[in-house]
């Protein structure tokens, strides 16, 4: 998938970059999990990296240049923003990109244009789990955990015929009214009652009925059974592509659509080929505002690609033009451009000259189609089920507005994760959308505001846990459903133990949602430091007089456990990690594997692996986590691994 990214500041700058780096395999991607991305920055910028490329001028010019030449966008800013430099850009569902926008908070990851067929709601939840952002996908058939038909089809390279059926069909799958599927192919799952489903044999027609309540069906002129369809229950046909042919087109200044369409079809009679059969379009890149070409594209519903010069030069052959070379700086254009159209192809229409029209055909192999589908029912069957379409895959509405009135309040302690919304549970996220009033330190609250529309949100400052824990209870006495708020996990040094205390006696109802400790994020971004028995320290004298934690490190160190150690340092505590170090030196070498981690799960998360002896240089801050190993642990291609025990 060729993707542009596209950034207006340095917040959204830091979010590209780390986009433009990350793996292509975190989730499954459409056309696999190989990435081509370019990073596009206002002119103000230096470029530093190989993937970056400065414009000048507006945005809308340079979204209107480059949306031709990308499978997919991923715009860092404000919706309002993209969508008005799209807009004029939108044609069809068949042949638009992907585009998700994402906020420079990298807060949501917002499927916006082409969910299905474009591969929007994959593009949106790779950029969730790369950055940690909430996917928010609100297509229809997504939302309601049903089969999205024309997805479906592309993925497997059939055909969905009639086209125009489409709406009507997925409206009436929403709306539970009775849907006939024809098709060549099992489709190998179960529907819901109201979709009846008739399989029927290859090139067997199908055909609608003259006029509503019961007309004669008119014939067709395929041979084959003709079969009689209700007008009141829409119908769609899904036929087995017979072949997979990519058609690569050269063109002089100015041609029609009339003209690039006409020598489509002359060049697949050559082959003894079909529109159907046709996967997509491809030419240079220096064409992509041709009208002819982009017209003619939308008519037949066949995404065009466009190719630079260098790209195309690679698989010139003998036949390559001098004169198109002075033109367009490479030799040939429909050969290349042909084979690159398609995976594992092979030419089976050497260029033909059709008027003002350059046409070249090439075909891919039965054994890559074969394969390929393959690969994407794998990829699918590798998504956690929450990303399989099911109606709690995502985020994708606002909660209502909240109604406890009369109702017996309630609270719940909730543990937000270590920082980014993807780690949050999905027991959390339901139960802050099902509260009325949300209570929590400030910082916190304003990670899930953007989630929480309509919420009454009461936040605190540092040292108000107890205030905090009364006006919950003060709340749920009212009737409401309260949520204390606690990140990581609100049993580890959160609210919930203080909830407890002060709740006793009221009969009000308490349940404590657990959440990702910064423990566990921070041993994951480090490798699996944590595979045998630890122990979790905090370095915070502010409750627990530090005797007490020399005590506990002596007795953890002199053990042998893992150390975990949180609150290293802050403005006003500059030393509990120096005195920590020392205890720990007592014990153990100079030598033992340890690492720190800053702002776990976060998009700014760092990481640095070192020892014991150099555990002070690194920075360190209230949002760190320090890891110290045991006599065990080593360090291995890059990873802090504590092992297990295990014999191999």
Known sequence: MKLALVALTSAGRRIGRRLAEAEGSKTALPGGSELQRQL??????????????????????????????????????????????????????????????????????????????????????????????WPVVTTASDVRGL?????????????????????????????????????????????????????????????????????????????????????????????????RLSVGLGCRRGVTRQEVLAAIKQALDQVKGSLTDV????????????????????????????????????????????????KVGVGAVAEPAALLGGSQTRLILPKQVLGRVTVAVAEESEETTQRESEAIKEARERRPAAEKGSSQADYTHAPGAAGASGAMGQIQVVGLGPGALLDMTRRAEDALRQADVVIGYRPYLERVRGILPGRRLLASGMRQEVERAQEAIAEARRGRRVVVVSSGDPGVYGMAGLILELAAGTSLPIEIIPGVTAATAAAASLGAPLMNDFAVISLSDLLTPWEIIQRRLEAAAASDFVLVLYNPRSHTRTSPLEEAQRIIRRYRPGSTPAGVVKKASQIEEERFLTDLDHLLEAEVDMSTTVIVGNSQTKVQVGFLITPRGYKF
């Open 279 to 326: 996967i997509g379009l491809a030419t240079i890149d220096r064409k992509k505002d041709e009208t002819g070409l982009l017209e003619a594209s939308r008519e037949l519903g066949i995404k065009i690609r466009f190719f630079p010069a260098a790209e195309l030069s690679r698989l010139e052959s003998s036949s390559a033009s001098a004169f198109v070379r002075e």
């Open 40 to 133: 596009y920055l206002p002119a103000s910028f230096t470029e530093e990296k190989g993937y970056e490329r400065t414009f000048a001028g507006r945005l809308a010019d340079l979204l209107a240049e480059i949306f031709p030449l990308y499978d997919g966008f991923i715009l860092i800013m404000a919706t309002g923003i993209a969508v008005r430099v799209i807009a004029p850009l939108i044609k069809d569902k068949r042949i638009d990109p992907a585009v998700v926008v994402l906020d420079e908070g990298a807060t949501f990851s917002i499927s916006l244009l082409s969910g299905h067929l474009g591969g929007a709601n994959a593009l949106a939840r790779w950029v969730a789990a790369v950055t940690g952002a």
């Open 147 to 243: 089969l999205a038909l024309d997805a479906y089809a592309q993925e497997r390279g059939l055909l969905l015929e009639p086209w125009e059926n489409l709406k009507p069909v997925t409206r009436a799958m929403l709306e539970g009214k009775p849907v006939r599927i024809y098709t060549e192919v099992a489709l190998g799952m179960s529907l819901s009652p109201n979709v009846q489903v008739i399989p029927i044999a290859p090139a067997e027609a199908v055909s609608e009925t003259e006029a509503i309540r019961g007309a004669p069906a008119r014939s067709e002129e395929k041979i084959g059974v003709t079969f009689r369809i209700p007008e009141q229950e829409p119908y769609l046909i899904l036929r087995r592509r017979q072949r």
